[in-house]
Every structure is written in C-alpha cells, then in structure tokens.
C-alpha cells in the first residue's frame, strides 16, 4: 500500500465509491464507514500500530462537477480510535475529528487539508526515496498533496504535533 493515508482519507475513498450519477450536480452526504479494526505496517519502524476505532459519526460531502465526477469532498463528525503497539502493549486513545478537505485534480492526484486532530500516516518511502514511516496526531492544520504515483508532499503543518510512534514506542 503506498498511497497516503489517514484513517479519515481512507474514508473519504471509500465514500466515494458510493456517490451516484444521479446526484452528480448536487453535493451528497454520506457516512464514512471504516473497519471495525486496521493494521498499519510500515509505518513505524519497529512495530505495526493497530488501529481500533471506537466511535465513528463521520460524514463526507462531496461536490461533483456535470460529468459527476469528484471536485471535493469536506469531511466533519466525530472519530476517535485507539491506536496499540501490540509488541509492548501501548496504546492510546485519541479524538481525531479534523474537519478537512479533500480536493481532488485532473491530473489524478489530490490536496488534503486536514484541521482540528487528525492522525495521519505515511508508509515508508512515501514521503520520498529512503524515507522511513510515520504516523503522527496534529492539532491543527496539515495541507499535503497526494502525488498521483502514491507518492506524498507535505506542503505545510502548525499546530502541536505527536509522534505516535514515540508515544507507543
């Protein structure tokens, strides 16, 4: 898997594989369904963090163009999951509610601009040759591009930032 990803990104994707031609014109809005459970290997260096989501209430509204294809989706609601090192046993509980914005371009690759919490991740090498993973909660604003190759940029972050991969290390 070497596309970016975020719990709530996965989301959005998938909520956009039930938008229909027939409300191509006007914004849908739709529940966010994600597994019950999500494994993320390659993202921490010495462990695979396990992802269980404990509330989910997350929407997406997505606005398409005429031909009904994509332009953006705007993610709100409620996620909080708790994310385990099953290797040592620690976990964390957080509230990674954003909102955000997924805004999508011709060329096949994407924008996202996350606020609020948001957990993100990167799988190795995503972020650039020899990269290792990452996986990190920001309270406040991350904007990076999904490259059309699965490859990530990450254009900007404020906000406080936690190194998931510390925390459960």
């Known amino acids: 898997m070497r596309r970016v990803a975020s719990l709530c990104s996965v989301a959005v ?13 006007r914004p ?5 369904p994600l597994p019950d459970r999500i494994r993320l290997p390659n993202v921490c260096s010495d462990f695979t963090i396990v992802a269980d989501i404990l509330v989910n209430r997350e929407y997406g509204i997505t606005f398409t163009d005429a031909n009904g294809d994509p332009i953006r989706t705007i993610t709100q609601g409620s996620l909080k999951v708790r994310l385990t090192n099953p290797e040592n046993g620690e976990s964390i509980v957080r509230n990674i509610s954003g909102p955000g914005e997924l805004v999508f371009h011709a060329d096949g690759s994407s924008t996202q601009t996350s606020r609020g919490a948001w957990f993100l991740f990167f799988f190795e090498g995503q972020l650039g040759t020899g990269m290792t993973g990452t996986g990190f909660v920001n309270h406040g604003q991350v904007v990076f591009v999904n490259n059309a190759d699965g490859t990530a940029t990450i254009l900007s972050r404020t906000g406080t930032f936690e190194d998931v991969c510390v925390t459960l290390g």
């Not at 994707?13 to 191509?24: E, I, Q, R, V, Y």
């Not at 849908?28 to 966010?32: D, I």
Request: hydrophobic share 50%; proline share 6%.
């Open 13 to 25: 994707l998938m909520a956009l594989t039930l938008a229909t031609p027939a409300h191509a014109q």
């Open 28 to 32: 849908t809005r739709e529940s966010m």
